[in-house]
């Protein structure tokens, strides 16, 4: 975790660069290093990491990093967009464009001419969406909706996404031919599972960021909730961790977390659980559970699992709507 963020100051991440963050664990350390690579290059990159890594975060290093660090960087979620607030936001557009366009606006691509555009949810885009991204990265050129004279940009996109792309490529979701144009440099930004020895000074880091942010005197945590922090598996990652420690923080009237100040969710495997443990089932050869309900279950872990545990996602996969899923994971409604 970069230091700065023990200052606990408001918006760190706009200062960041490659040499605030250091990392005793392997994948991470090897993704530091490739990016480090990659910040000295002008070559496209394609984040792949979880929900909740740091994928912005490590984008914007990269940038701070690069010979364009004095430009702008400028971020946009691909994710659920209309084709017409696509065009627009991406590539803006000319005033009476549409409805309630009083004015011409500029899209990303034209703010981020000369620094670096970060594309987030990149495997979100529609298809018409993706050519049009493919039309621009490969020439350097666009139109503004509506508009008739054509555009152009000096711009290094970065790409992200949480979906294991590989797999997705294989269902012609996404465009091989983008793929190739945005992959220059693949990064693979590691779960904070795969980051055990990072987690008590990422856990520190957050400790005193938080107290700073509250204006309370933590000096960290008891045994007991360290034990209860470094047993878990942070489905969540960083945002996870972040979000835990800052509630702990505020319930603490002490100088020390105790362990029922860390709220732990159990994830999705662990509502699956405990709803198949309520409802037991005939069990097959070795124990196996064979019920139809346990099927289902697994069948949605996998799902789940497939998309980074991303629920919104995961029921458009399964063609249900969000409160069926809910209702199938044993999540009682709010």
């Known amino acids: 975790m970069p230091e700065r963020w023990l200052e606990g100051e408001r918006h760190p991440e706009w200062r960041y660069t490659l040499d605030d963050f250091q990392s005793d664990d392997e994948p991470m350390a090897a993704c530091l290093g490739l990016a480090r690579i990659a910040a000295r290059t002008g070559l496209p990159i394609l984040i792949l990491g979880e929900t909740g890594t740091g994928k912005t975060m490590l984008a914007r290093a990269i940038h701070n990093s690069s010979s364009r660090a004095k430009r702008p960087f400028i971020a946009f979620n691909s994710a659920a967009l209309s084709e017409t607030l696509l065009d627009s936001q991406l590539f803006g557009h000319e005033k009476g464009a549409f409805t309630g366009a009083i004015r011409r606006v500029k899209g990303k691509f034209e703010l981020a001419d000369g620094g670096t555009l970060f594309l987030d949810e990149i495997a979100d885009m529609t298809p018409q969406g993706q050519a049009k991204i493919l039309r621009a990265v490969e020439y350097g050129e666009f139109e503004r909706l509506g508009g008739e004279q054509l555009l152009d940009a000096d711009v290094r996109l970065i790409s992200a ?55 309370k005197t933590i000096v960290g945590l008891s045994r007991a909730a360290a034990d209860r922090l470094l047993s878990y598996d942070w489905p969540g990652n960083l ?12 319930i603490t009237e002490e100088e020390v977390i105790a362990p ?31 019920s139809l309900r346990a099927a289902e279950l697994r069948h949605i872990r996998a799902v789940m699992e497939q998309v980074s545990g991303n629920k919104r996602q995961a029921a458009r996969m399964l063609g249900l709507s969000r409160s069926t899923l809910d209702r199938k994971l044993g999540v009682r409604p709010a």
């Open 161 to 215: 996404t949480h979906l294991p792309l590989n797999r997705y490529l294989e269902t012609d979701h996404f465009r091989k031919d983008l793929f190739y144009r945005i992959s220059g440099i693949t990064l693979r930004l590691p779960s904070l599972r795969q980051r055990p020895n990072d987690l008590r000074g990422l856990t520190a880091a957050a400790i005193a960021a938080a107290s700073a942010a509250q204006r």
């Open 239 to 250: 945002r996870e961790l972040n979000r835990v420690i800052h509630t702990a923080v505020a």
């Open 260 to 290: 029922e100040a860390i709220l732990l969710e159990r994830g999705v495997e662990g509502v699956a659980e405990r709803t198949m443990l309520q409802s037991p089932a005939p069990a097959g050869p070795g124990g196996a559970d064979l």
